[in-house]
């Protein structure tokens, strides 16, 4: 059982920095994927990066030129630079790590509060 413990989040004006942390509780090997995942009120749960096997990257639209989703395989810790925020990035983030292999085994961070001000 892998254990995702998401920080960095809090309260930042619009156009602002942050960057969200999420470190894995042993080391991740053979093919997975992580992401991070953002929950606004009252909305789904939606993808906002992804990164496999520590290389390739997917970015959602509305967050490409801004975020930055990168993988450090020697501290387990992935990170999501997020910079020129906007009040609509305002959401519970969360960490989550797939394993793939014949099945995939999916596991997720408690996640974390992003709050934008305008």
């Known amino acids: 059982q892998v254990q995702l413990v998401e920080s960095g989040g809090g309260l930042v004006q619009s156009g602002g920095s942050l960057r969200l942390s999420c470190v894995a509780s042993q080391t991740i090997t053979g093919n997975h994927v992580m992401g991070w995942y953002r929950q606004a009120p009252g909305k789904q749960r939606e993808m906002v990066a992804t990164?496999?096997?520590?290389?390739?990257?997917v970015y959602a639209d509305s967050v490409k030129g801004r975020f930055t989703i990168t993988k450090d395989n020697a501290r387990n810790t992935m990170y999501l630079q997020m910079n020129s925020l906007k009040p609509e990035d305002t959401a519970v983030y969360y960490c989550?790590?797939?394993?793939?292999?014949?099945?995939?085994?999916?596991?997720w961070g408690q996640g974390i509060q992003v709050t934008v001000s305008s």
């Open positions: 990164i496999y096997n520590g290389r390739s990257t």
């Open positions: 989550k790590l797939q394993i793939v292999t014949l099945a995939l085994t999916d596991y």
